[in-house]
Every structure is written in structure tokens, then in C-alpha cells.
């Protein structure tokens, strides 16, 4: 997720929510794998230890330091850990090179990726089961699953091409073939105008997915850090359209006013 550069700021502010630490440091984890810059094989063979970490996990016998500690926080033993699980997986599958065919397939990948571990952590937290309604539920489901979007769209539109030149495909296959883009454009240095137009299609529903994500829960929500999350995500995204840097005080800033606002 774009969002890691942030977690440790969001967390040092958000002390009653440390138990979600756990589950950002294996998405961290994860996502460091996943990533263009990082050795194939080394990637597969670290997820694969990760894979049977997951399940050692879900077995409440734990050998790596972050899932020990997810697994010794109070609410553990009532939760179930296998959305881990479908990350984890579909992280390998990323990884693989794995194409997503349709565009129907791309929020059940990024629900796997993110939302579902996000979701976990409101669990472990204590934060969204405890005392609400249904409603509020039904809120922060859609709120998770914009949110992952989102973040997969942003992430792909940075990274397309790097993941090109490594053979793996970043966009839903029968989009390409509908815009008439193929490997080379993906991989051309100065994108073709077909691409342009595709790729802005895609920041664009990115940006209404992080809009999606922060009308979803309420002010005064106990779910701040995700209305801060899809702040600086659609932050990060517009700046990255203009081609522009963002300060890292201005993003300490922006969620420490997303935060106070939530908070009412």
C-alpha cells in the first residue's frame, strides 16, 4: 500500500490502536516482497516461508516475531486469522505474474490484499465489533473495500511500468485489449497516447475510490485511521498526476487534521 511510508506517524498518534501494528507490519512485509525492485526468486521463496507462517499462525504456533505478537494480543484467540491468509496468497499471486483476466476480477484481488487484513485488524483492535449496529458494519465493509481499490489502481498507474518489464501484467487483461494497449506500450518509456488515456481512466476511479472510502464512515468515527489512509492516498495520487513531490510535513499535517476532524 502506498500508505506505509505513514503508518509509523499514524501510529505513534493512535497509541489506543496499537494492536493494528501487527497486521500493517506483515502488509508491509508483504508488499516490500511484491515489489519491482525485489529479486523474483528471493520474493517467491520468502513468500512461500510467509505462506506456512500464516497457517502456523492460524494454528496459534507462530515462529516470527509479528505473528507472535498478533497471535498474543487479547482478542487473538476470538478471531480468525485466515484473511491473512488470502493476502498472503495473493501476494504470491502478484508476485507469479498471475494476470488478473477481467476487470470484475480486480476488487476481489484488492478486498484479498487489503481490505480483508484492514478488516482483521478492526477486530484485534477492538475498534468496529464492539457495541455498533449493523449499519456501521455494512459502512466500514465499504469503506475497506474502496479503500483497497484504491489503493491497488494508485499503485498500479505508479508501477505499470516496471511490472511490464518484468513480464508480469498490472492491469486487468480485457481492459488492455479493449483500450488496444499491449506489452509494449507498457513497457515504452514514453507511454502512447492510447496509454495516457487509460492511465488517467484509472487514476481517476482511483481518486473516486479514495472519495468512496473517506463519505463511508461518519464524523466521529472510530475508524480514524482510515479516513486518514484514504486522505493521504488521494493526496499522494493527485500529487503524483501533477508530478509533484509530497512533503512529508505536509502529509503529517494532513492527517493530523483528517484525525481531529473525525474525532468531532
Not at 502488509?27 to 513468500?47: C, F, I
Not at 493476502?87 to 499471486?93: E, L, R
Not at 488496444?180 to 481512466?201: F, T
Amino acid at each position: 500500500m502506498g500508505s506505509v511510508r505513514y503508518w509509523s506517524w499514524l501510529f505513534a498518534h493512535q497509541a489506543s490502536r496499537a494492536p493494528l501494528l501487527g497486521v500493517y507490519a506483515l502488509l508491509a512485509e508483504w508488499s516490500a516482497l511484491t515489489d519491482p525492485a525485489t529479486e523474483p526468486s528471493a520474493g517467491r521463496m520468502k513468500l512461500a516461508w510467509w505462506q506456512d507462517e500464516v497457517l502456523r499462525l492460524i494454528a496459534r504456533a507462530p515462529v516470527h516475531p509479528i505473528c507472535a505478537y498478533l497471535a498474543s494480543l487479547p482478542r487473538a484467540a476470538e478471531v480468525d486469522f485466515d484473511p491473512l491468509r488470502q493476502a498472503v496468497n495473493a501476494s504470491v499471486a502478484e508476485l507469479s505474474g498471475v494476470p488478473l483476466e477481467r476487470s470484475a476480477e480486480l476488487e476481489p484481488h484488492a478486498y484479498a490484499l487489503r481490505a480483508a487484513p484492514l478488516a482483521l485488524a478492526s477486530r484485534l483492535a477492538s475498534v468496529a465489533f464492539d457495541g455498533v449496529n449493523a449499519l456501521d458494519e455494512i459502512n466500514l465493509g465499504i469503506c475497506l473495500r474502496a479503500l483497497a481499490v484504491a489503493d491497488y489502481r494508485a499503485r498500479m498507474t505508479r508501477d505499470y511500468r516496471r511490472e511490464a518489464r518484468l513480464g508480469r501484467v498490472p492491469f486487468p487483461v480485457d481492459e488492455l485489449l479493449a483500450a488496444g494497449i499491449d506489452n509494449a506500450d507498457l513497457c515504452a518509456d514514453q507511454p502512447p497516447p492510447r496509454l495516457e488515456v487509460y492511465l488517467a481512466q484509472q487514476r481517476a476511479l482511483a481518486a473516486q475510490s479514495y472519495r468512496t472510502a473517506a463519505l463511508a464512515l461518519p464524523d466521529g468515527s472510530r475508524q480514524r485511521h482510515l479516513l486518514v489512509l484514504a486522505a493521504l492516498g488521494l493526496k499522494h495520487l493527485q500529487r503524483r498526476t501533477a508530478n509533484l513531490e509530497s512533503p512529508r510535513a505536509q502529509d503529517m499535517l494532513l492527517a493530523w487534521s483528517t484525525a481531529r476532524h473525525a474525532h468531532g
